[in-house]
């Protein structure tokens, strides 16, 4: 499935991106946050039906992904990690 990558800079610019599937939305979720200032915490950025978005933020930033269904409309729920 289909899956949005929402990053930036918290309150302003940001950017999103449709990634084509779930493994390479979490790898860049994961590396975005750490660029970002995340800590060396291995949280997952996994993604499902039941917990469609999952999220990290930071005071400055954020990072978030979330699966879209096969309309490509984003699906309510989301988790904060």
């Given amino acids: 499935m289909k899956v949005l990558l929402r990053y930036g800079i918290r ?16 790898i860049l979720a994961h590396g975005l946050s750490f660029v970002f200032g ?3 915490e291995n949280k997952d950025w996994k ?3 039941k917990s469609p ?22 699906y309510p729920n989301f988790e904060v990690i």
Avoid: C, H, M
Avoid at 11 to 26: L, T
Avoid at 53 to 74: C, M
């Fill in 11 to 26: 309150g302003g610019r940001n950017s999103e991106v449709i990634i084509p599937d779930e493994k390479s939305a979490q």
């Fill in 38 to 40: 995340r800590d060396g």
């Fill in 47 to 49: 993604i499902s039906k």
């Fill in 53 to 74: 978005r999952v999220s990290w933020e930071s005071s400055t930033y954020f990072v978030s992904i979330q699966l879209l269904d096969k309309n490509g409309k984003e």
